[in-house]
């Protein structure tokens, strides 16, 4: 079946620091990759998608090429603000059938000033 | 507001009770989810419904069952809640198309 692994966390960077969170799955066909981002005490909210491989999808300063080669979805930022802080899930929908997104296990971001 | 309203977001039961959590959207979207958060397992699927005919189970549904009473509204029951039911329940709407979910703030349900 389909699969997201995603490194574990947390991740505890300075501010300004340049982060990646990996990403890599496990999906027939082309499925469609996504980030979400859930902040302290809220729902999930997408950051960014990509729907065809060597897309890359960017939001807010962060990005993720979709890598049909690797499987892979990373997620870069080039300088980490405290406001960055939070949980980041990656996430698959395959392209065939009536699916709902599968989703990773997440990665907790801690960013110090 | 909110566009979609989980309600009621904090709840604690005891074992053998019946809890119904309620969502509903004003996004008009057709399809409607309920997914499930525990630490270090992300977010797992447990139903989901494609338009108000059509309900399809997740991969975790066992002790849940669920009931869309119109298009704006998505309601999940434990019938006899169980402690390792304890966990943060997300609903979450889409439109057909790119996949892109909405979600809402969660309901925190714990069974003692």
């Known amino acids: 079946g389909d699969s997201v692994t995603q490194m574990e966390g947390p991740v505890t960077l300075s501010e300004e620091a340049f982060l990646t969170i990996n990403c890599t799955y496990t999906?027939?066909?082309?499925?469609?990759l996504f980030w979400y981002v859930q902040y302290p005490g809220e729902g999930l909210q997408l950051l960014l998608k990509a729907t065809k491989a060597d897309d890359k999808g960017s939001n807010k300063g962060f990005e993720a090429t979709y890598r049909k080669e690797t499987t892979s979805f990373h997620l870069e930022k080039g300088s980490v603000q405290v406001s960055d802080s939070a949980v980041y899930f990656c996430a698959l929908r395959r392209d065939t059938g009536r699916r709902a997104l599968t989703f990773g296990s997440g990665t907790r971001l801690q960013v110090q000033p | 507001d909110a566009d979609v309203t989980q309600t009621p977001r904090n709840r604690i039961t005891k074992t053998g009770k019946r809890i119904m959590l309620e969502c509903s959207q004003t996004?008009?979207?057709?399809?409607m989810y309920w997914y499930r958060q525990d630490p270090g397992l992300g977010l797992r699927l447990i139903y989901y419904s494609f338009d108000v005919k059509d309900i399809n189970k997740g991969e975790i549904s066992d002790g849940y069952s669920v009931s869309r009473q119109a298009q704006a509204k998505f309601s999940l029951s434990l019938e006899s809640a169980i402690p390792n039911q304890t966990a943060l329940y997300f609903c979450a709407t889409s439109d057909i198309g790119p996949g892109e979910l909405f979600f809402g703030e969660g309901s925190r349900l714990t069974v003692l």
């Open positions: 996004k008009g979207h057709d399809r």
């Open positions: 999906a027939t066909g082309y499925p469609s």
